[in-house]
């Protein structure tokens, strides 16, 4: 749970249900992945999308029903499969995420290095204070 240690109160840690095996890209994912957010039949609409503050997420921990990440050697020759994803998100797409819970699929988009990892999120950032801005404006 060393991910957990470095919040600054800037970003939040959500864990989201992988309800079933290709919910979550067949246990595959693991922590680092940059992740889409796929919501069908978003917030009732009827159409399946990959909401805009939610299209570069970083993954920052896989874990079993035990309560095990599922990431680890150990837990892969037991074959037990993930069933949450905690995600690294702003306070507004916890709010959508939240919304969300149980009506997901998550798309791998990324998988590398920290240094390419960070141009997606900062990428993701950009989207989301275009968003804030948009509808601060709408308010006034």
């Known amino acids: 749970n060393q991910y ?3 919040l600054n109160g800037e970003k939040q840690a959500i864990s989201i249900t992988i309800s079933s ?6 246990g595959k994912l693991k922590s680092g992945d940059i992740v889409s957010v796929i919501a069908p039949d978003y917030l009732g609409s009827g159409e399946t999308v990959i909401p ?9 921990a896989v ?7 599922a990431n680890t050697q150990e837990l892969e ?3 037990e499969l993930p069933s949450t994803v905690t995600l690294l998100v702003r306070p507004e797409q916890s709010k959508l995420l939240a919304r969300l819970e149980g009506e997901i699929h998550l798309s791998l988009v ?6 390419n ?24």
């Open 77 to 79: 020759e037991e074959k």
């Open 4 to 6: 957990l240690y470095h």
């Open 63 to 69: 874990t079993a029903k035990s309560g095990n990440d």
């Open 110 to 115: 990324y998988r590398g290095d920290r240094e």
């Open 21 to 26: 095996f290709a919910e979550g890209l067949s």
């Open 52 to 60: 805009a503050e939610l299209k570069y997420v970083e993954v920052i």
């Open 117 to 140: 990892a960070a141009k997606f999120v900062e990428a993701q950032d950009l989207v989301l204070e275009d968003l804030q801005q948009e509808n601060g404006e709408e308010e006034s």
